[in-house]
Structure formats: C-alpha cells, structure tokens
C-alpha cells in the first residue's frame, strides 16, 4: 500500500486557487511539515500560515511566489502554536511588515508567539482577494486561538491542526491548553457547513470530508467508552490507562497518549461522569474512578 506521505510535495497545486509551500518541518506529529497556503488567482494572495521558520522555507517560499507571478498581500493564521507562526517575523523580513489576521484573545497561550500588531479575526468575518474569500470559523479545542477557514469558492475548509491529513493520525488535545469538550463541538460546527473537501495544516487534501469529520467523532466517543470501561474495574491512573488502552502503540508515544487520555478525563469530569479520587490533585499525579 503507497503510503500518502512519501515523497510529499514542497510546492504544490490543490485547485486552481490554492496551492502550499511546505514548513520543511517534518516530524512524528507534523507528518512531513505544516502545509502553509497561498490562496487566490490574483496578482495578490493571502498566505495561511507559515510553519516554524525552518531552514529554506522562506526561500521555498519565494521560489513558489516567483512561479505563479504574485505576492502575499496578508497572512491569516489559524493558530498560534509554534509550528504554525513561527515563520512570520522571516516572512515579514522578507517580504514586508505585511498584516497579520488571527483570533487574538486567547493571549495566555499566545503571549511572546505573535506580533503586538496581529489584527483579531473574529467568527465569521471574511478576508478576500480575487478569486478566494475566506470565512474565519472559530473551531477551538485543539488550541484555544483556533481558527479553521472556509473557502466559499470551493465549499472547502482549510481545518489547520483540528483535522489532520491521511496518515498522520489524530490530534492531539493537550490537558493545558486544549479542551476535548470543546474540540468536539468544533467538529460538528464543521460539519455543519457541509464541506466538500478538507485542506488539512499537515497531510494530504481529504475528499470524503463529512465521513472523515464522522470518523474522528466516533473514535473520540469510542476513547470515553474505553476510559470508562477501564474505570468500571476500579480506580486507575492516567498512565495505566494508557498501559491498557494503547496496546498496540510503542512506548514512546505513550506520553502523548497519556495527554489524549487526560483530555478526556477532564472532560468526563465536567460530564460527572468521573472524578479525581484525591480531590484538587493535578491529573497525572492522582487516580481516577467513576463518578456519581
């Protein structure tokens, strides 16, 4: 079977008003990089998102700006994590103080990551050039900046990290910082508008966007069923857990595992579904068991 990732494209054409410049980033949790995107059909475009400001990025940048004749008017960021803004003061240096779009309240998590100067983006608002508007949805739970934009064009949404590609996996909701009650709520608002195609911030275009929305509720559901199965045997600790759920992951993924598994913890707790069996302790220090 051809995995999806290999051989994965530094500049590429999704449509005839989109095409990424890859991060040059790539690890065990970006897949092959950030997908950064140039979109419209213009002299101007918007680029969403710039990855972490890796070596020969902002060149691979230009190289794609010289090849279809235009240049960045602005950039819209989906959200403020590393591997997402970490490119805009060299994008900046190269090309210009140019405005910089994104949800800006969220400023505990993003304090010292983005320019003073970043213009808030608030839900629903559009950024438009020709040939592309782009929609600001508010989609956070992965982040609590998140933004995913919709393309009215296309009828597709750009999900930054809250859908990943073919081949990545999927992502990972952080017990500080991240809010898995929250992302699930994210994904039916995507849901609800009904997309035709998914260009993910890592990984390949999906096509069959709905069944893969659909997909990532269902396993999200099935976790909470697990996590509380595994707790109907008696009090257990987030790392086993982790131990009895994630049989088939290798040991050194367990401590993001054992994120995803706090994650639904706190949000099971909200639900009184479980509680801390030492009241107020940090969730990796304690046991947990059901609530009620």
Known sequence: ????????????????RVSSV????????TGPGTNTFLIGSGRKRILLDTGQNSEGYVDLLE?????????????????????????????????????????????????GKVPRDATHL?????LEVEGACLRALYTPGHAADHLCFFLE?????FTGDNVLGEGIGTT????????????LNSLQRLLGEKPAALYPGHGARIQQASDCILDIVDHRLLRDRQILSGLDQG?????????????????????????????????????RRVVRVEPGAEPLETEWKLGG
């Open 1 to 16: 079977m051809t995995n999806p990732l290999e051989n994965f494209p530094k500049i590429m054409r999704w449509s005839e």
């Open 22 to 29: 890859l991060g040059l980033n790539p690890n065990l949790f």
């Open 122 to 126: 608030a839900d629903g608002e559009c």
């Open 153 to 157: 064009e296309e009828q597709a949404i």
């Open 172 to 183: 990972v909701i952080l017990m500080q910082g991240g809010d898995l009650g929250g992302y």
């Open 235 to 271: 009090p257990a600790s987030i790392h086993s857990l982790v131990e009895s759920i994630y049989t088939d992951t290798p040991k050194f993924l367990h401590p993001a595992a054992a994120q995803s598994v706090g994650s639904h913890l706190l949000k099971l707790e909200r639900e």
């Open 63 to 111: 190289q794609a700006l010289e090849a279809e004749n235009c240049e960045i008017e602005g950039i819209a960021i989906t959200h403020g994590h590393i591997d997402h803004v970490g490119g805009i003061e060299a994008i900046r240096e190269r090309f210009g103080e140019l405005p910089v779009y994104m949800w800006t309240k969220a400023q505990e998590e993003l304090a």
